[in-house]
């Protein structure tokens, strides 16, 4: 896969921390058509937005409803959920190959649209995700990209796993760190790196 391919999807996901259209408590995403050949559905982790009761409110329950164990079609509740909400407000352009990313909580909703909605030519792109499947849950034409010091990338794994893709990792830097963990380094990696995965 291109590394250009991954870049888009890191800076949309980065776009969306920015700003994001939000459905629910859990759901934060946004849509991005400035390139001729894709069309990309962004969709990101947990943000701590504090500003605001609406916001303090939204974050904990966000929190909440992530750390809960129940799984429906085989995925976390949180993700089915937010990809199914999205899916009732998105149709993706019928000119255009859809990139679906996700980063960190988000990051398990990229496999989980292609498997249910993916289109041929359609690419995931999960960014630091926590494992959330149940079962082997084999998907084509989707890449997750995982830092093997990010602490987030194993939450969970007594319960859930993470989907049968294909995987690139970043170079080992020795040690757990959280700030392996933040989009903005995988985005340093992807634009100082520039060879195809």
Same mark, same amino acid.
């Given at each position: 896969?291109? $590394?250009?391919?991954?870049? #888009?999807?890191?800076? %949309?996901?980065?776009?969306?921390? /920015?700003?994001?259209?939000?459905?629910?408590?859990?759901?934060?995403?946004?849509?991005?058509?400035?390139?001729?050949?894709?069309?990309?559905?962004?969709?990101?982790?947990?943000?701590?937005?504090?500003?605001?009761? $609406?916001?303090?409110?939204?974050? @904990?329950?966000?929190? #909440?409803? &992530? %750390?809960?164990?129940?799984?429906?079609?085989?995925?976390?509740?949180? &993700?089915?959920?937010?990809?199914? *909400?999205? *899916?009732?407000?998105?149709?993706?352009?019928? &000119?255009?190959?859809?990139?679906?990313?996700?980063? !960190?909580? %988000?990051?398990?909703?990229?496999?989980?649209?292609?498997? $249910?909605?993916?289109? !041929?030519?359609? @690419?995931?792109?999960?960014? /630091?995700?926590?494992?959330?499947?149940?079962?082997?849950?084999?998907?084509?034409?989707?890449?997750?990209?995982?830092?093997?010091?990010?602490?987030?990338?194993?939450?969970? /794994?007594?319960?859930?796993?993470?989907?049968?893709?294909?995987? +690139?990792?970043?170079?080992?830097?020795?040690?757990?760190?959280?700030?392996?963990? *933040?989009? /903005? *380094?995988?985005?340093? +990696?992807?634009?100082?790196?520039?060879?195809?995965?």
């Amino acid at each position: 896969m291109k $590394k250009s391919i991954l870049l #888009m999807a890191a800076m %949309a996901c980065q776009k969306v921390y /920015e700003k994001s259209i939000t459905i629910g408590a859990s759901t934060d995403y946004d849509v991005f058509d400035d390139d001729p050949e894709y069309q990309i559905l962004a969709f990101t982790g947990s943000s701590l937005k504090l500003n605001g009761w $609406k916001n303090i409110l939204n974050t @904990i329950t966000d929190w #909440m409803w &992530n %750390a809960t164990l129940l799984w429906r079609d085989s995925v976390k509740l949180c &993700n089915y959920v937010s990809v199914h *909400r999205v *899916r009732k407000v998105f149709t993706p352009d019928p &000119n255009k190959k859809l990139i679906v990313t996700g980063h !960190s909580k %988000a990051g398990p909703n990229a496999p989980y649209w292609i498997h $249910k909605f993916g289109r !041929s030519g359609d @690419i995931g792109v999960s960014i /630091e995700a926590p494992p959330a499947f149940r079962g082997t849950f084999h998907v084509d034409n989707c890449i997750g990209i995982i830092d093997p010091n990010d602490p987030v990338t194993k939450m969970g /794994e007594l319960t859930f796993n993470h989907p049968d893709i294909q995987f +690139f990792y970043l170079p080992d830097d020795g040690g757990i760190d959280i700030d392996d963990h *933040r989009i /903005e *380094r995988i985005i340093s +990696f992807l634009k100082n790196n520039p060879v195809d995965i």
